[in-house]
């Protein structure tokens, strides 16, 4: 069935409904609720279950939503036979669907998928309504049955947000007098969270009142049921009750966090500075960190809580202050290209999120004959440059459209004389004025009329070399025709499919279809030139010559060409491969169905396609042009279809950083803090623990030597992580601390108050031997001893810096069981003498301790106060400044995430993360060709300073390994654009291959270059040289030479009797006769004249045969044989080769 004939068709049914009179089908789609935004998806349309009316034929109309792109062309569903589609634009948004079947054929069912829809969702799109009018199915009787208008609602799938809460109070000095309670703010703002307190881990046991108003542990659930925009929210917090010493937050100088993007931890907010003073104005040295590190942050200015954990622990108790963290907003940008072309993104994230004004470049290139027309943006109100290279800013979610369009070039016939001119393209006749897309092959074929002859035929006033022509640019076509003269033959090359015929004088001169030629007087060589893909089927057949002498043949009268060409055969194969080069684990597999050796023109599709070994399948590329799954591909050349598969990278153990954490029990649960250097990853993991006895945890509290446990799920990138690290974290039991001397003889107050005391008195000292009591209390603290005299008090000096002269270098603190002594005005501690105390230099910041100035280097150390004990001084020194380089500053782009070494000293605590600008703003993954910035970050420790720098690091363009293509013949003195390339690849790397010089005028067999020009821009183009073959007057495309057969000569003798030309023929019973080795050889039962005549008339052999006899004829050709016997006659014509 035509495609016009459908057509009519359907304007007859539309009349048909209009009257009423038939019961209407409906359309579903498979699904509506679609990907992400900024995702491909596809969209299923499928004649409803209910269905009973069996159809052929089909037409819908369909108006695609805003914000919903075409992503190439439609395909048949799973009902289709032998059918065929044609996809039309009616209007913006707007398309028609035709569906036939050219042998009529029913689809395979009346009801289930009939049409599938690739689609692109635009950044910003939501929701939009798609709408199936005009429906129509026609059954092989023309029958009709309408098609019910469907209407339906398309959403993007989007995730729920994540609430934030900031909690504080997570430990606080215990108020008999006041129930303690845990204080939260959420963003946004205004949700109300539930909150309950309990004794246990487990949440089973309740907190009351009376328990909030005492010493211990206690733990607090947190939770938020969901709604609409926010998911649900469930978090235990441990809360401690202690005796410490609370910080004032009025001697807290916060830190300042960097500034991150919307949809990171809070924890990649790195803190910098802060400090916290005691009431005296002595620094309380610690550490700050992020209250809720894990927390995933929104765009905008948020206050978040910052926890500053004490050094010791044992006396003061944690301290919370608010700081704000400046999120900036991120927005998706998505780059799309229709049909013709590709769009890159240089600057690429991989989930093409940027942060607010982040400035990344389009490149538009079009595929060969094809050219770039414009940009298009899902936002309304935008105009954009028509250049092919634009730079945009990320200010809102949106999707870029690079439009591409065919060229288009017109065609003008102009034409003298009496005869024809067929132009045809693809089997449909051109008319004049016409405009066709470039690389459009034409078949130009002049037809006399009677008794007229072609006395020219031109294309841009050239002579039409052959039958065909590719348009490069606008085409005129001239013919003309006079006429015939006079013993001159009329040659007519019959219009062929898949080849041409070409026909050369002796001089070489090209004899065009329906020109003359003497008669006698010519000799014609003859030359079969298939196009790409074919060979010929056999011979080319010639009427009315004679020979051939060296290949030539001698026109005896009008001569036609005839010829037939086969498909040949090219190898279909599939492979799997990794972006990766260095990736050796199998990564997928890959199915075509059919393979292996296939004629041009078939078609194949991908049969199966699966990733293994957690490799997700990136892109498919059928000779390297990038395909979807569902393509249908045809065979043109030997075709590679290759399965490019991502592997997920390994987080390698060694990339955590600061995997082993130690401090001393507080009665608090520390976050654990890993970072994993060279990732995005950061500090994204889940960590529990396990304790010495193997129980697993979510909170480690008690004093114990803890097995950390990380997780990571797998992303798009990185492989799922887990790892244990044995003793990973440490929490050192703590020293009972007395908290009030002894009074009227009896025990000094501690923390924790379940202890046992053990005195002994002598010369007016009292010591006091204090040991845990309870298993809490053994668990997570050790003994302490203090001293109670009742001597006269020295007054010593330890350091100047206690003073505060000058710049602050550190400070020592003085305890005695825990207890502090205070510092006077004068800068001396007073203490009883006959005791012993505990020393500790505390640095201030830029500083570590030395030694003490006795050379003593214990830190902290038990100092004895006797008479005449002066005091002994620290003594501080500043710290070092690190040093780091990039091992090395470039490299050349491989597939995979870069990794990048630092020189110098404590390296290896480095912080390494990557970034698009200097400042270190816009994170990004060291992957793609392009300029980076890699931040080089060590926090200060015991012995560095803090380092923070970022330098310049470059990928480069990787060169790609190019199996070349194949080049189809041409005629001497075509183009080299009229040689066709077929197959070759660059294996993983998408592109195209093209001619350097098209224009280039061919007249020999040679190299020339072509060019792959990928469409990946992390690679760069690369050049070969591949064999042209040449086909003119002297050479052909066979080997060795065009095989002629001249056919429907004349026998001289019986010009009225033509016959059949045969290389071995039965006479009849027990008489035969072949031809071989230039002879004919006869075997003749009876005796019989035999005469053989070429076809000049000449007599090669007369006489009597009976048996056998060879007869030799001296060249090939065509032979008449007479054989007259007594009671019959007869004439057969042979070929002798």
């Known amino acids: 069935m035509k495609v016009n004939h459908i057509k009519q068709l359907f304007v007859a049914l539309f009349l048909l409904l209009s009257v009423g009179t038939a019961t209407a089908a409906q359309w579903k789609l498979a699904k509506t609720n679609l990907n992400a935004a900024g995702s491909k998806d596809t969209l299923t349309l499928e004649v409803s279950d209910n269905n009973t009316f069996s159809f052929s034929s089909f037409q819908v109309d369909f108006t695609l939503p805003e914000g919903i792109l075409l992503d190439g062309t439609p395909i048949l569903g799973e009902l289709a036979v032998d059918h065929a589609l044609t996809w039309s634009k009616r209007a913006a948004g707007s398309f028609r669907c035709v569906v036939y079947s050219a042998k009529n054929s029913e ?14 969702l635009a950044a910003s799109f939501e929701k939009g309504t798609l709408t199936a009018k005009n429906g129509i199915l026609s059954n092989k009787k023309s029958v009709a049955q309408p098609v019910m208008n469907l209407s339906e609602t398309l959403r993007s799938y989007k995730e729920r947000t994540r609430l934030v809460v900031n909690v504080s109070g997570l430990e606080q000095k215990v108020d008999p007098a006041k129930v303690a309670a845990l204080s939260y703010t959420t963003i946004p703002s205004g949700k109300t969270l539930a909150v309950a307190y309990f004794m246990d881990d487990s949440c089973k046991v309740g907190a009351t009142d009376a328990d909030r108003k005492k010493e211990g542990i206690l733990y607090v659930k947190l939770s938020y049921k969901g709604d609409d925009d926010y998911a649900p929210f469930e978090q235990v917090y441990v809360m401690s009750l202690t005796s410490k010493i609370a910080i004032d937050i009025s001697g807290i100088t916060a830190p300042v966090p960097t500034k991150i993007k919307a949809g990171q931890l809070l924890s990649a907010s790195s803190l910098s500075g802060g400090s916290v003073t005691d009431k005296d104005g002595y ?6 960190a992020w209250t809720n590190g894990n927390t995933v942050m929104p765009a905008g200015k948020s206050k978040c809580s910052v926890t500053f954990y004490p050094d010791n622990s044992s006396y003061y108790n944690t301290a919370e202050v608010s700081v704000e963290v400046d999120v900036t907003a991120t927005y998706l940008v998505t780059a799309f290209a229709t049909t013709g072309g590709v769009v890159n993104v240089l600057g690429k994230t991989e989930d093409n999120v940027y942060v607010k004004d982040q400035e990344i470049s389009l490149v538009a290139t079009p595929l ?54 067929s132009v045809t393209a693809e089997g449909t006749e051109v008319a004049s004025g016409a405009f066709l897309r470039q690389g459009t092959v034409l078949q130009i074929v002049a037809t006399p009329d009677v008794n007229s002859q072609l006395k020219s035929l031109t294309i841009n006033r050239d002579s039409l070399k052959g039958d065909k022509v590719t348009l490069t640019g606008a085409l005129t076509i001239s013919v003309e025709f006079d006429p015939k003269k006079e013993n001159m033959a009329l040659v007519t090359i019959e219009k062929v499919a898949n080849g041409s015929i070409l026909l050369y004088k002796e001089d070489g001169s090209l004899i065009a279809s329906g020109s003359t030629v003497p008669v006698g007087k010519t000799k014609v060589r003859a030359v079969a030139l298939p196009d790409a893909g074919y060979q010929l089927d056999g011979s080319v057949s010639l009427s009315n010559v004679t020979g051939p002498t060296d290949g030539l043949y001698t026109v005896n009268g009008d001569v036609t060409a005839k010829a037939a060409f086969a498909a040949k055969k090219y190898r279909v194969k599939s ?28 078609e194949v599709r991908i049969a199966s396609i699966e990733g293994q070994n957690g490799a997700r399948l990136l892109t498919i590329l059928a000779n390297g042009k990038e395909i979807s799954r569902n393509d249908v591909l045809t065979v043109t050349g030997d075709l590679t279809v290759t399965a490019i598969f991502d592997h997920r990278v390994d987080i390698k153990k060694e990339y955590i950083l600061w995997p082993y954490q130690e401090y001393y029990y507080s009665g608090v649960s520390r976050n654990f803090v890993p970072f994993a250097s060279q990732t995005y990853a950061g500090f994204s993991f889940d960590v529990k623990y396990k304790d010495s006895k193997g ?10 030597n803890y097995t950390v446990v990380l997780h990571r799920d797998e992303d798009g990138l990185y492989n799922e992580f887990n790892e244990d690290y044995e003793k990973g974290l440490v929490i050192h039991k703590s020293k009972v601390s007395v908290t009030e001397p002894p009074t009227d003889g009896g025990d000094p107050k501690t923390r924790p108050t379940d202890v046992t005391i053990t005195k002994s008195a002598v010369d007016g000292v009292t010591k006091y031997v204090i040991e845990p009591k309870g298993d809490a209390a053994k668990k997570n603290y050790e003994g302490t001893v203090y001293y109670h005299s009742t001597k006269a008090s020295l007054k010593l000096s330890f350091g100047a810096s206690i003073l505060r002269s000058g710049e602050e270098q550190g400070y020592v603190r003085v305890t005695n069981g825990g207890m502090p002594y205070a510092t006077a005005t004068d800068g001396k501690v007073s203490i009883p003498a006959g005791i012993e105390v505990t020393l500790e230099a505390v640095p201030a910041e830029g500083y570590r301790f030395s030694k003490w100035s006795d050379e003593n280097t214990e830190n902290p150390r038990v100092y004895a106060i006797a008479e005449g004990t002066t005091g002994v001084e620290p003594i501080f020194i500043g710290k070092s400044d690190p040093i780091y380089a990039l091992a090395q500053p470039s490299s050349v782009y491989n597939g995979a995430a870069q990794l990048v070494s630092v ?14 600008d200097e400042t270190c703003t816009q994170p990004a993954v060291l992957k793609n060709v392009g300029d980076y910035y890699v931040r080089v970050y060590r926090p200060a420790d015991a012995e560095y300073n803090e380092y923070t720098k970022a330098f310049p690091y470059t990928i480069k363009q990787a060169e790609p390994t190019v199996t070349k293509p194949a080049a189809s013949d041409i005629l001497s003195g075509q183009k080299l654009s009229e040689s066709v390339l077929q197959g070759g690849h660059a294996g993983i790397v998408a592109g195209t291959f093209a001619w350097s010089k098209p224009d280039k005028v061919i007249t020999e067999k040679g190299m020339q270059e072509v060019i792959f020009t990928p469409t990946d821009p992390n690679y760069k183009p690369v050049s070969s040289k591949i064999e042209v073959d040449v086909v003119s007057a002297t050479s052909s495309s066979t080997d060795p030479e065009t095989p002629v ?28 006769l072949y031809t071989a080795n ?24 007369e006489g009597k045969v009976c048996g056998k006899m060879e007869i030799p004829v001296g060249h090939a050709g065509v032979y008449f044989l007479k054989c007259t016997a007594p009671d019959a006659s007869f004439v057969k014509k042979v070929v002798v080769r």
């Open 1045 to 1072: 057969t001249p056919v429907d000569p004349v026998d001289p003798e019986n010009p009225g009797k033509p016959d059949v030309p045969t290389g071995v023929e039965s006479i009849e019973e027990g008489m035969s």
């Open 575 to 602: 492979s799997a491969v990794s972006s990766n080069p260095t990736e050796t684990t199998a990564t997928g597999t890959i199915t075509l169905e059919p393979s292996g050796d296939q004629p041009y023109g078939t």
């Open 1078 to 1101: 230039q002879s004919i050889f006869v075997d003749m039962p009876q005796e019989v004249a035999l005469k053989v005549v070429d076809v000049a008339g000449i007599v090669i052999f």
């Open 903 to 916: 020189t110098g000293m404590g390296s290896e605590a480095c912080q390494i993360t990557f970034f698009f």
């Open 695 to 704: 129980n697993e945890t979510a909170k480690a509290l008690d004093a114990d």
């Open 283 to 288: 620094t309380i040295a610690g550490t700050f």
């Open 107 to 120: 689809m395979k069912a009346p009801e289930g998928p009939v049409i599938r829809i690739p689609v692109v």
């Open 368 to 421: 060969p004959n094809y050219k770039f027309d414009s940009w298009s943006v899902t936002v309304s109100g935008k105009t954009l440059e028509k250049k092919d290279s634009i730079s945009v800013k990320a200010n809102e979610n949106k999707t870029y459209t690079a439009n591409f369009s065919p060229i288009m070039h017109a065609v003008s016939i102009e034409q003298k004389g009496n005869g024809s001119l």
